[in-house]
């Protein structure tokens, strides 16, 4: 049903590049070809080309990089009337956008990107650009507006048979049963994710997927090694292609999956890990998410319960400015069963 995954946002080109090809390696063909159209004057090659360069950059955890790549490849696109193209830098821009926090910017600026996707006849970004609605607004909590939202774009994914969307869609619906109780419909989906993705030879969506498994065998089963192993085996391939915020996510889901075994001072050291890494990319959900398991580490290591209140409700004041819902939820939870002090933290 589904072929082998490809990689939209590598165009012009720069079609012959993997989706699972290093991101390394995708920013050097990226850069040296989107030079040669720039020397050519060919400003619609260069927009394609500076598209590639952009999602390298914000893959990487570049964020200045990304911001003014995307913004060269909006004008470039502008310039060569290439409404199209237009659309796949405003998407660019606004996934960075959610990456670095900014929700309204990301709404904006994927809202637009799906408006000249469906005016430019591009089906794949105007998709890609309403996915990446449904994904802020998944991030932020609000699943009732955008739950359906992504069971359509699932069904459209399905119906035309790409692998990567398909992924995409089955891993969002997973978090959402996730993060509301229903393990089992989570599993069962994060499960076909990881399926299809192999198939198709995705291996950014199966490492994905794969941190999905290991979170719900640890929080549902009590299986730390095996979840262990599912995130190391996630971790390779993370770091094989360069997957910087993938890599910090899986982090900080080992730091998740020792907590709950009662291995804190191992948790301790992922959570510090993971936070290190979203810093240094500029990525305030990981980083608050990171503060949080490190924050609950340090109280079930020793610290003093009046720090502990301090930073968990200095979180939660970062969290309520920034929108984000279910991480809120997560931190006001920490503070009742602290102060509870009944059982560990879950």
């Not at 920490?334 to 509870?340: S, V």
């Amino acid at each position: 049903m589904y072929g082998k995954a490809f990689a939209p946002e590598y165009q012009g080109t720069l079609t012959t590049l993997s989706v699972n090809s290093s991101l390394v390696d995708v920013l050097a063909a990226g850069t040296e070809r989107l030079r040669e159209a720039e020397h050519a004057g060919r400003p619609g090659e260069a927009a394609r080309c500076g598209l590639a360069v952009a999602e390298a950059h914000r893959r990487l955890g570049q964020v200045r990089e990304a911001d003014r790549a995307w913004k060269a490849s909006y004008r470039a696109a502008r310039e060569a009337g290439d409404t199209a193209a237009m659309a796949w830098a405003l998407w660019s821009g606004g996934t960075l956008a959610r990456q670095r926090g900014a929700f309204p910017l990301a709404w904006r600026l994927l809202g637009l990107a799906a408006e000249l996707g469906e005016r430019g006849g591009d089906v794949v970004v105007r998709g890609y650009s309403l996915a990446g609605l449904a994904e802020t607004g998944r991030i932020q909590g609000d699943y009732e507006a955008v739950g359906r939202l992504h069971e359509r774009l699932l069904a459209e994914a399905r119906e035309r048979g790409e692998a990567r969307h398909t992924v995409w869609a089955l891993e969002g619906i997973a978090q959402m049963h996730r993060n509301t109780g229903d393990h089992d419909k989570a599993y069962a989906l994060f499960e076909e994710a990881a399926e299809i993705a192999s198939r198709a030879e995705d291996r950014r969506g199966h490492a994905w997927a794969l941190r999905g498994l290991a979170d719900i065998l640890s929080v549902r089963d009590g299986a730390t090694g095996r979840a262990l192993e599912l995130l190391a085996e996630a971790e390779r391939t993370c770091r094989e292609m360069n997957l910087s915020s993938a890599l910090a996510y899986n982090h900080k889901m080992q730091g998740n999956v020792l907590y709950r075994a009662g291995r804190y001072a191992e948790a301790r050291a992922a959570y510090e890990l993971a936070l290190s890494e979203f810093r240094a990319m500029s990525e305030p959900r990981g980083e608050a998410l990171s503060r949080l398991g490190l924050a609950k580490s340090l109280a079930r290591l020793g610290r003093d319960r009046a720090e502990t209140a301090a930073e968990l409700a200095d979180l939660a004041s970062t969290l309520e400015r920034g929108g984000l819902r279910h991480a809120r939820e997560m931190v006001a939870r920490a503070q009742r069963e602290f102060a509870l002090d009944a059982e560990a933290v879950r």
